[in-house]
């Protein structure tokens, strides 16, 4: 049993905000240390950052239309604590933050979803979720008839409740709110979207769902404020690791779009193409 969404959810519009401004941020400095907040709907955005790099308002208010459409931005920056900012000073990087992570090999089911969310996104662009479980197959697509969708996937559920539209202007979004769509049986304490990868809710995520896809082990994992190393590993390369996953997929924008759980086509083969380093180890 699985959900997705895809990149046109309102929460999903929230990730992908947040992911911009990571990047943003580290276009400014590759040393970038950020923490993004993004509540949106009914043509208004609310952000708030914690940060030692100081955005542009014109320049967020720009990405925030490009993928909201949204006009009307609120931006409220606010620089890291300066007690946390001296305490992660220092050569040796150290995990920030107390997590805990659950990595899980994909299911047939989830990429089969992931799939036909991925090719409803490219005819339509607009809000839609979609569901696999034991009935079947359940298509909740925005802007579509019924007849149109019937034509691809006949035995389908299609609208359950009818025609609909959906989006920032009838619905509401917040960031990290759809973590089982990005994770699927894959778990964690914490969220995907909006943060540096120093930060153990993205990196040591993203490593554990890589080294589960890798051995086709589920891959159970934990830390603590101070640690210098997570299984085995210094931290350090496991933000490494994290780095160049999120460097392949092009962003952290990117990465938001669909999450940990992506296009069949998309990413998994190219990293083994490119001879991704974790790949090569764990295969």
Known sequence: MFEKVNPGHPDKMADRIAGALVDM?????????IA????????????????????HQKEVEEKVFLISNILNTQLVQRPQD????????????????????RGVPLKEEEIALTDIADK??????????????????????SCAHEEDLREMWPQATINPLGYWTGGPEVDSGATNRKLGSDMGE????????????????????IYAWLKA???GQVVELSCAIGDEFVDGRP?????????????????????????????STEWFD???RAGFPYVQKYE
């Open 235 to 263: 931290y350090q390369e496991i933000v490494d690791i994290a780095r160049m996953y999120i460097t392949l997929i092009g962003g952290f924008e990117k990465f938001a779009e669909w999450g940990l759980i992506r296009p």
């Open 186 to 205: 894959s778990a964690t304490g914490g969220g995907l979207h909006g943060k540096d990868l120093t930060k153990a809710d993205v990196s040591v995520n």
């Open 213 to 215: 896809q890798a051995t």
């Open 36 to 55: 993004v907040e993004v509540l949106l709907g009914h043509d208004k955005c609310f952000i708030i950052t914690e940060s030692n790099v100081w955005l």
């Open 82 to 101: 300066h007690i946390l900012e001296a305490n992660e000073k220092g050569a040796t990087v150290r995990c920030g933050d107390n997590g805990i992570f």
């Open 270 to 272: 190219k990293a083994i």
């Open 120 to 141: 409803l996104w490219n005819i339509y662009s607009m809000d839609g979720k979609y569901i696999s479980n034991q009935d079947g197959l359940v298509i909740c697509q």
């Open 25 to 33: 941020a580290y276009a400014a400095d590759p040393d970038a240390r």
